[in-house]
């Protein structure tokens, strides 16, 4: 209707703009605590970028449909399912007489991490079944979910408040003498905004799975010349050193990674690099993401950093030739998707990133992102032994970590048993065995995002930089 694309419609498309970076802030501002959310940092920008895009292209029809600002950005996030090489097929399949939202819901949490999903399971008592779920939280799932924590937190508050209230629990020892109401507010405000935040990060998920393809449909010959079989076996089998799941690779030309790292400098002299990270898990770095997704992304970053979209392309090839390499030699390897975004990290003197796995998501829920492959290229030619800098790659030890992570207590006080990853660690690394990895120009490193424990010794060189890229669980 020619009537819903005029000007007025500005606001609320602005707003489902707005709604998208506020998704996107939130996860970013309340990331505490937890040493690798840069993935879901992408995420949350992904999806604010695109809500925004998308929101202009589609936004008219959506508003029409939708008068609120929630379901404006419901409709926004309908037309990401339906982008090219979506899940057509399964919208196809859907029952009519599910409501549109229902459906956006289930599809998030086809989407999202198990553990999330887990997480609302157990919250509202039920298998952990998207559909299920979906139909049980229906048209306003936050509703449904508020009204959850606030029954939840009356009962702690009326009961025995003991288990949230006191030294080493969700609340310190003044609440003891709270009122009842008090109390109860108090717990379900925070019992909300958890709640809120998994389904924030379960929304955005869509985004992100839609955005990413399958690795077998990314070939690069370079990729499939250089990976051989033992490669896979020391990334698959953990056939190499420590048994631990990581491979080299020194295949990357230095002329390429001399543009590449070029690149970087002049984008870095440019201030396109984040702010100083104030983490205690690696104090100082500094990042920016490249992306190279759709044909305008591509095109952007042609004219911005050729180098890089080559590396990114080449890189991008190298998870579908371990795959094929992989299935010749009959050893298994996940089913993997990719994301196509580098992210490029630069590490200045006394900057290091301590021991961590790459399956740590951002956020205080503290859940594990999906995160199965970390493909790392070195940009240094000046890099010498005393420099610093070294990747350190750790030993695993079988004993649970029992050092419960941040936000642990309200899984705990919802009755969540989700695999909340910071407080159910089943490995720890063994700092006294570890090998270091000089990061010399050129060199890729790769290794099993969820298993392998790592860390950045501190640098000190002048600048050392970094591309990385993540791959992400597929469906077999
Ligand atoms: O740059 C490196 O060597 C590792 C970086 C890292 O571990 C990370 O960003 O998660
Ligand atoms: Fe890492």
């Known amino acids: 209707m020619a009537a819903q694309r005029t000007a007025p419609q500005l606001v609320p498309l602005l707003s489902v ?23 879901w940092h992408a995420v949350a920008t992904a999806f604010a970028g695109t809500s925004l895009r998308l929101a202009w292209r589609y936004g008219t029809t959506a508003m029409g449909k939708h008068p609120s600002v929630r379901r404006a950005g419901t409709a926004v996030e ?29 599809q998030s949490f086809r989407c999202a991490p198990p553990g999330l999903v887990q997480a609302l399971a157990d919250v509202l008592g039920l298998p952990r079944q998207a559909e299920l779920l979906a139909l049980a939280l229906g048209e306003d799932a936050e509703k449904v979910l508020t009204s959850m924590a606030k029954q939840r937190a009356e009962a702690i508050a009326s009961g025995d408040r003991s288990i949230a209230v006191g030294p080493d629990r969700l609340l310190d020892a003044t609440w003891a003498l709270a009122g009842e109401a008090e109390l109860a507010e ?67 030309s230095p002329e390429l990674a001399m543009r590449a790292r070029a690149e970087l400098e002049t984008m870095a002299a440019q201030g396109a690099l984040s702010d100083f990270s104030q983490s205690t898990c690696n104090p100082g770095s500094q990042h920016l993401w490249l ?18 979209l080559e590396l990114g392309e080449a890189l991008s090839g190298l998870p579908g030739a371990l795959q ?76 649970p970590s029992d050092q419960p992570g941040p936000g642990s207590r309200v899984p705990e006080l919802l009755r969540i048993s989700a695999d909340h990853s910071e407080s159910t660690a089943s490995t720890a690394c063994d700092s006294e065995t570890f090998v270091d990895i000089p990061p010399l120009l050129g060199r890729i490193v790769m290794f099993q995002s969820r298993e392998v424990w790592h860390g950045i010794q501190a640098s000190k060189a002048a600048r050392r930089w970094a591309v990385t890229l993540w791959l992400l669980a597929g469906s077999d």
């Open 186 to 252: 108090k717990l379900s405000e925070i019992f909300s905004a958890y709640l809120m935040e998994i389904l924030q990060i379960a929304r955005v998920s869509v985004a992100f799975q839609e955005m990413s393809v399958p690795v077998a449909d990314w070939r690069h010959a370079w990729a499939d010349a250089v990976v051989t079989k033992k490669h896979v076996a020391e990334l698959w089998a953990g056939s190499g050193q420590l048994g631990v799941g990581f491979t080299t690779l020194d295949a990357v």
């Open 78 to 106: 309908r037309h990401l399912t339906r982008l090219p090489g979506t899940r057509q097929a399964e919208d196809l399949r859907m029952p009519p007489s599910l409501s549109q939202p229902v459906l956006e819901l289930r």
């Open 291 to 308: 992306r190279f997704a759709s044909p305008e992304e591509r095109q952007d970053l042609q004219r911005r950093a050729p180098a890089l």
């Open 324 to 399: 094929r390499v992989a299935q010749a030699a009959g050893i298994h390897a996940p089913a993997m998707r990719l994301f196509p975004s580098l992210m490029a990290a630069t590490y200045g003197p006394g900057s290091h990133y301590v021991p961590h796995q790459d399956k740590y998501s951002g956020g205080s829920a503290g859940f594990e992102n999906t995160r199965m492959l970390t493909i790392l290229c070195y940009l240094n030619p000046d890099w010498q032994p005393g420099d610093g800098g070294e990747l350190r790659v750790l030993a695993t030890r079988k004993e």
């Open 17 to 39: 703009a707005v709604a998208g970076r506020q998704a996107a802030t939130h996860l970013l501002t309340r990331r505490r605590g937890s040493c690798n959310g840069s993935g």
